[in-house]
């Protein structure tokens, strides 16, 4: 998809005038012209963005192969991201970090499990558990939804009573979606529209202003074209921020044409960007650093680490 080139590099033009090449998801020029940066209403007293980054570590405890959060024990993964976190002050002193930890509290399945919808709650023991080691590091916790087959407007009032805690938030994850396909999870990447989305926002708008909380983060997986469909008809409100979230892992090239082809030319509110510590490397690349994240534009507030 195209030749890494260092940002800013200088090029001669016919004239002779000198004008900067970026890499994809860099150029100030190409945000603006899709729209950023992105107006919104804003938000309610004790809003995280964007006046801090995020930084999240992502997984299950039940699982070494879903993410950091499981892939080690509780206290090596919570140093592990307290080095993250000092990394990302460091790299960008001027914006705090709030550390995080985001559980995938529904997880896809490929067989249909005792409920026939692809997907496994996970119990309370291990949301609490999760819950408890975020307020032990002072970060927040992401409770992530991946559906499978079924419907998100059944499963998230489950969630009610993590919710409506001041420093838990959402993740939707469109990948997982796959109520309308009927496809297994796994075989075939699923979707979400704007009218998902929306009920997302809403049921946390609903919730923070039933329970009088600071707004709500909704973090949306994004990796492909059709991941989010209709996503100039999602709606803001000062009660939710919403990060579209770059989700796809390979070589450093390759994150930022996803990110310019599926994030900064669908502007939505706030963006993410995930890092994962295995896929990103297993072909002989190098994970990315603060530094380079830095240099997209908008700059991505939420960080993810896989």
Same mark, same amino acid.
């Given at each position: 998809?195209?030749?890494?080139?260092?940002? %800013?590099?200088? =090029?001669? +033009?016919? *004239?002779?005038?000198?004008? $900067?090449?970026?890499?994809?998801? /860099?150029?100030?020029?190409?945000?603006?012209?899709?729209?950023?940066?992105?107006?919104?209403?804003?938000?309610?007293?004790?809003?995280?963005?964007?006046?801090?980054?995020?930084?999240?570590?992502?997984?299950?405890?039940?699982?070494?192969?879903?993410?950091?959060?499981?892939?080690?024990?509780?206290?090596?993964?919570?140093?592990?991201?307290?080095?993250?976190?000092?990394?990302?002050?460091?790299?960008?002193?001027?914006?705090?970090?709030?550390?995080?930890?985001?559980?995938?509290?529904?997880?896809?399945?490929?067989?249909?499990?005792?409920?026939?919808?692809?997907?496994?709650?996970?119990?309370?023991?291990?949301?609490?558990?999760?819950?408890?080691?975020?307020?032990?590091?002072?970060?927040?916790? %992401?409770?992530? =939804?991946? +559906?499978? *087959?079924?419907?998100?407007? $059944?499963?998230?009032?489950?969630? /009610?009573?993590?919710?409506?805690?001041?420093?838990?938030?959402?993740?939707?994850?469109?990948?997982?979606?796959?109520?309308?396909?009927?496809?297994?999870?796994?075989?075939?990447?699923?979707?979400?529209?704007?009218?998902?989305?929306?009920?997302?926002?809403?049921?946390?708008?609903?919730?923070?202003?039933?329970?009088?909380?600071?707004?709500?983060?909704?973090?949306?997986?994004?990796?492909?074209?059709?991941?989010?469909?209709?996503?100039?008809?999602?709606?803001?409100?000062?009660?939710?921020?919403?990060?579209?979230?770059?989700?796809?892992?390979?070589?450093?090239?390759?994150?930022?044409?996803?990110?310019?082809?599926?994030?900064?030319?669908?502007?939505?509110?706030?963006?993410?960007?995930?890092? %994962?510590?295995?896929?990103? +490397?297993?072909?002989?690349?190098?994970?990315?650093?603060?530094?380079?994240?830095?240099?997209?534009?908008?700059?991505?507030?939420?960080?993810?680490?896989?």
């Amino acid at each position: 998809m195209g030749t890494e080139l260092a940002p %800013f590099q200088a =090029i001669s +033009t016919a *004239h002779g005038r000198v004008k $900067a090449k970026y890499n994809a998801g /860099e150029d100030p020029a190409f945000a603006a012209s899709k729209g950023w940066p992105k107006k919104y209403p804003v938000p309610l007293p004790g809003a995280i963005l964007p006046q801090k980054r995020i930084v999240a570590y992502y997984g299950n405890p039940l699982s070494k192969k879903m993410g950091v959060l499981g892939e080690f024990p509780k206290d090596e993964m919570l140093r592990r991201l307290k080095v993250e976190v000092a990394r990302w002050e460091k790299a960008d002193p001027a914006t705090p970090v709030q550390p995080a930890l985001h559980l995938i509290a529904v997880v896809a399945q490929d067989t249909p499990g005792k409920s026939g919808k692809y997907r496994m709650v996970m119990p309370d023991a291990v949301v609490n558990r999760v819950y408890e080691w975020a307020k032990e590091a002072g970060a927040v916790l %992401f409770l992530d =939804i991946q +559906t499978g *087959h079924d419907d998100l407007r $059944a499963l998230l009032p489950r969630f /009610e009573g993590m919710l409506k805690q001041p420093d838990v938030f959402l993740g939707i994850d469109p990948e997982f979606n796959l109520i309308g396909s009927k496809a297994l999870p796994g075989e075939k990447i699923g979707t979400y529209d704007a009218a998902d989305i929306n009920y997302a926002s809403g049921y946390l708008k609903g919730l923070v202003q039933k329970y009088h909380l600071p707004p709500k983060v909704l973090t949306v997986h994004r990796f492909t074209r059709n991941g989010v469909t209709n996503a100039d008809k999602i709606i803001l409100r000062p009660e939710v921020q919403i990060v579209m979230h770059m989700d796809g892992w390979g070589a450093p090239w390759l994150k930022r044409d996803t990110y310019k082809d599926y994030i900064v030319s669908e502007p939505v509110q706030f963006t993410g960007f995930k890092l %994962f510590y295995h896929n990103d +490397t297993k072909k002989g690349n190098q994970m990315m650093s603060p530094q380079d994240l830095l240099k997209l534009n908008p700059r991505p507030l939420y960080i993810q680490y896989q």
